[in-house]
Every structure is written in C-alpha cells, then in structure tokens.
C-alpha cells in the first residue's frame, strides 16, 4: 500500500475551516484516499473516502488533487469535538482491506 | 446506529497472566479486525477474520496470542503469558465485507486498555 504524510499538529479556531492536508504521491491509479479520526480514548471513526473527484458528506469535505498525489480534509466550522488525530489511509482495495495507519495529524481545536 | 461492543474496557494484569478481549461486531459484518495501539502511534493489525476464517494473522505473536471466532460472530482475542511490552488499546473492528471490487469501511469498537504490571 502506498505510504502517506501527513503534519504532525495542527491548531484551528473554533468556528472556523479546518484544512488537513495529505501527500500521497505514490498512489496507484485503483486506490482510494480514506480518512478516519481518532478522539482521544476511542477507537477510530471514518470520515470520508475517495477516488479522483471531490467528495462531501455531513462530516467533511475531502479535495483530491488532479493528479492524485495530495489531498486535503476540511471541516468546514471545526468545534472543540473536532479535536481529534486523523489520519490519511491511501487503501489497495484488491486482496487485503486491512487499514494501514501512520502516526496522523494531531488537531487541537482552541476556543 | 449499530456498534461495535468490546471488553472489559480497561484491564490491569501482572506480566505472565492471561488475558483475554471480547469483540462483538455489527450483526451482519462477515470481517472482524484486531488491532493492537501502542501509545502514540496508529493502531496495527494483528489479525482478520472473514466468517470464521483467518484471513491474515502474519503480524500476531503466535507463541502469546491467539484468537478465535468459532461460530463466525464474537471474537475471543487471548494473550498467554502477557508481557510488560503488551501494554495497549487493543481495538476491534467489523466491516461487511468485500463485494467484488469495493471494499467497505470499518467500525471500531471503544477498545480495551491494558496495562501489564
């Protein structure tokens, strides 16, 4: 699976647009960008996933680059409840789902 | 909305105990995952079921763990004798499955939190 990086912290104020970005550069064209978030002392929670075109549910937004190799999440009005680690998972969808986590981004949403 | 039961929640043992987790997944969901969280890192896998199969065990310590879901449903994750190194979050996950060229995603339970003393 291709590996992903990802900043190690990040601050946002309340209210306002959380921008988590995500290089990927080594995507292959069948894989799929996936997004999971982890508050502290529970287990992780999907966001969000895609392939090539922009995706939006009720969570986030996720923006793919054209060319694949970067991403970014957005929490478009962050709340305290937001501060969380996320993290990017580029996921091979043949032969395995097993979910390959890094060390994702730690999101300190301040008042 | 369906959840992912675990536990005990919260486990205290001394090093060459045993100890084991329950995982109960969403009724439905033929994959269950363990996977292992050391502190300030992202959790690993230590193994797949698919029904009552495994699926992937090739990063479990097989000589300590073991793991089991007879019946295809709850899973049993045992480790005998633990050791200080097995302090954890130890995290299972259920998902539907495969169907032919998606996959879907995974819904992990709270965890279990071990502390070997």
């Known amino acids: 699976d291709a590996k992903t990086t990802q900043p190690t912290s990040m601050d946002c104020a309340e209210g306002r647009a959380a921008n988590l970005p995500c290089n990927h550069s080594t995507i292959s064209g069948n894989e799929y960008v996936y997004w999971y978030r982890q508050i502290h002392s529970q287990g992780p929670q999907y966001i969000i996933h895609g392939l090539k075109n922009n995706e939006t549910n009720e969570m986030a937004s996720l923006i793919i680059t054209e060319d694949r190799k970067s991403s970014t999440l957005i929490l478009p009005h962050a709340t305290l409840r937001d501060t969380a680690v996320y993290y990017c998972?580029?996921?091979?969808?043949?032969?395995?789902?097993?979910?390959?986590f890094g060390t994702g981004t730690r999101l300190q949403v301040f008042p | 909305e369906a959840e992912v039961a675990q536990s005990p929640r919260y486990k205290i043992t001394e090093k060459s105990q045993a100890v084991a987790f329950w995982c109960d997944p969403i009724?439905?969901?033929?994959?269950l995952y363990w996977y292992r969280q050391i502190l300030g890192q992202g959790p690993e896998l230590l193994v797949q079921f698919q029904d009552e199969s495994v699926v992937d065990d090739s990063q479990l310590p097989k000589d300590r763990f073991s793991a089991e879901r007879l019946k295809g449903v709850d899973s049993t994750l045992k480790i005998q004798p633990a050791e200080l190194g097995d302090s954890a979050m130890y995290l299972c996950?259920?998902?539907?499955?495969?169907?032919?060229?998606?996959?879907?995603?995974?819904?992990f339970g709270p965890g279990t939190r071990l502390t070997v003393t």
């Open positions: 996950a259920s998902s539907p499955g495969t169907s032919g060229l998606l996959s879907y995603e995974q819904y």
């Open positions: 998972i580029v996921r091979f969808l043949y032969n395995t789902d097993k979910l390959i």
């Open positions: 009724s439905g969901h033929a994959t």
